[in-house]
């Protein structure tokens, strides 16, 4: 089985509840699909780690021993990408979506690709099992392909090791990313958190897990900050037909175990937000066929 | 009075989501509109605008951001597949055998190689929407500009550069950035003159406010770092922030009521004269003498 955690706000606690659910399952492959600010291996210290080198994309270069600075390539770059400066034709890197369209215009073969080749794939072994993460390299696009390598790599080792469950845990937002996490798994879990801003994102990210059927579930982080916009959200979920399987109360304990390396029922197993994640662990566990 | 002071734009970012980067940049432009400093505020965060839920305004201008996609024509189409070769994206889908030729708009991201591959004036080109600009306007010289993406679109960069691009460049302009150190943040931190990067005291705020750090630098960004929820976590932050001899900005200690304000979509700054005073004072720290 597949189940993902995600937020659409950042900062709800996303990566820290699914640290903690995966503490609680002991023998699971955790992926971290959040591969624009992985952090799950800072708590988890993942052992005998492999590398694979992540081609994300292409970038255009020119080389001035051929260009005649015509200026063929800047008509046809439809990301604003090239222009001139003092009479010589300039890519802007961080514009290029290295569709080569430049190069296979221009007259004098001046252009050629090369590859984005500083993101990684990573994977190797943890405490309760197996994990898998990607990162991506700062600038480098195509973060929706590299969640679905993780992804494909997860499937294929969690077969290989005997793992029943695989947990990813999402990055936030509702773009390509997420949607490359969320496509064909089989349970959602969404942590959202009682503010404005909160309710908002969740309603924006269930949409989009509307848009793929997928059974979701809704946990509300630090319920205690705003119990009226708490009881709003249970509301809305309520009237979606959404279950809220947990309500987590804010408590210190979660950074303070975050700080010692460690997840919250690790570090606090008697504390009432591990209390009630372990609960959704049980609802997870059997319902899991 | 307005000088060259007043026309700097600056984006808060954080490599982390949820640091506090809409708290701040909403605070600030609370503080400028009190000391009567024009004023722009730019949503980034295209996939999850949340600016809306603190400042409004009356809405004065929206539009649609489309980008072109191909539409061929299957009864002039050769199957020759020079389409299908030039595009970088997969995003035409081709199986000569069977004389089936795709286009998936999901995938297209506009290059136009397409067009150019096709000899045989196949392809013509349609507008698919990408998401919507709004403008709102609050009163004379204060704007909130709202970049929001259509749910289930690749990329939020050519929306964000058009939510910047209704900015204009005749006020404070400031770009609450989408999370992460990918396009859409790179895109908004390029037109910004200055990055203020919001982060956590906690391990997982320093892993990513680092990996925004590197990502600022390699750009030559002037930037600084404004600390939020101090008092949680450790002081890991602040010894990195020393060693690489980046400014701390502003401190906001972790507090139930700042959190409370803030889950009910109100301003700090509006509530108390004191949080009035530090939003005006960052942004003396922030004009161009201080950091060039």
């Known amino acids: ?289 | 009075m307005i000088n060259s002071t007043h026309k700097i734009k600056i984006a808060i970012a954080s490599g982390k989501g949820g640091t506090g980067k809409t708290f701040v940049a909403t605070n600030l432009f609370y503080a400028l509109q009190q000391a009567k400093i024009p004023v722009t505020i730019v949503d980034c965060d295209a996939e999850e605008p949340n600016v809306h839920l603190f400042i409004s305004g009356c809405l004065t201008k929206s539009f649609d951001v489309t980008q072109k996609v191909p539409v061929i024509n299957e009864s002039i189409c050769t199957h020759c597949g020079r389409c299908h070769k030039y595009c970088s994206y997969n995003a035409i889908f081709h199986v000569p055998t069977l004389q089936v030729i795709k286009v998936m708009e999901d995938l297209c991201h506009g290059c136009g190689a397409c067009f150019v591959a096709c000899n045989d004036s196949a392809i013509t080109e349609k507008q698919s929407v990408l998401g919507t600009v709004k403008r709102f306007d609050l009163a004379n010289q204060f704007t909130m500009i709202e970049g929001r993406t259509k749910i289930g679109v690749y990329s939020s960069v050519k929306l964000i550069k058009a939510a910047i691009a209704e900015a204009g460049s005749d006020s404070v302009v400031l770009f609450d950035s989408p999370p992460g150190t990918s396009c859409p943040f790179i895109q908004t931190a390029h037109l910004a003159d200055f990055v203020v990067l919001v982060t956590e005291p906690t391990p997982f705020g320093l892993s990513d406010l680092k990996q925004s750090v590197e990502t600022l630098a390699d750009m030559n960004k002037p930037m600084g770092v404004v600390v939020n929820r101090a008092g949680i976590g450790n002081s890991d932050v602040y010894n990195y922030l020393k060693e690489k001899k980046i400014p701390l900005l502003m401190e906001i200690p972790f507090s139930r009521e700042i959190a409370l304000t803030y889950s009910k979509g109100l301003l700090i700054s509006a509530m108390d004269e004191v949080w009035l005073g530090k939003f005006r004072q960052l942004f003396d720290t922030l004009t161009p003498h201080s950091w060039k």
């Open chain 1, 1 to 289: 089985m597949e189940i993902a955690v995600i937020s659409g706000k950042g900062g709800t606690g996303k990566s820290s509840f699914a640290a903690s659910l995966a503490s609680l399952a002991k023998n699971i492959l955790l992926a971290d699909c959040d591969v624009d600010a992985a952090n799950q291996y800072l708590l988890f210290q993942p052992q005998h780690t492999e590398e694979e080198v992540f081609v994300s994309g292409q970038k255009a270069v020119i080389d001035y021993s051929v260009c005649t600075n015509c200026g063929k390539c800047i008509d046809y770059c439809g990301f604003d990408a090239i222009t001139t400066v003092d009479g010589k034709v300039e890519i802007t890197k961080i514009s290029c979506d290295g569709c080569r369209l430049c190069e296979r215009v221009c007259p004098f073969k001046a252009i050629s690709m090369i590859d984005n080749d500083k993101s990684r794939l990573y994977s190797g072994t943890f405490r309760y099992g197996h994990m898998v993460y990607g990162r991506l390299a700062p600038g480098e696009e195509n973060s929706g392909r590299l969640v679905s390598l993780v992804r494909e790599k997860s499937k294929q080792m969690a077969v290989e090791n005997d793992h029943d469950l695989i947990l990813y845990d999402g990055p936030p937002g509702i773009g390509c990313p997420v949607i490359s996490t969320i496509t064909g798994i089989d349970k959602v879990i969404i942590v959202t958190e009682p503010t404005r801003s909160g309710l908002h994102d969740l309603q924006r990210a269930m949409d989009a897990v509307f848009h793929f059927r997928i059974f979701a579930m809704v946990v509300i982080n630090k319920y205690d900050l705003n119990h009226e916009m708490t009881t709003e959200i249970k509301q809305y979920c309520k009237l979606n037909n959404v279950p809220v399987v947990a309500m987590l109360p804010f408590d210190p304990v979660v950074t303070e175990a975050m700080v010692n390396g460690k997840s919250y029922v690790e570090w606090a197993p008697d504390s009432v937000v591990s209390i009630n994640t372990s609960r959704v662990w049980e609802i997870i566990k059997t319902r899991t066929p």
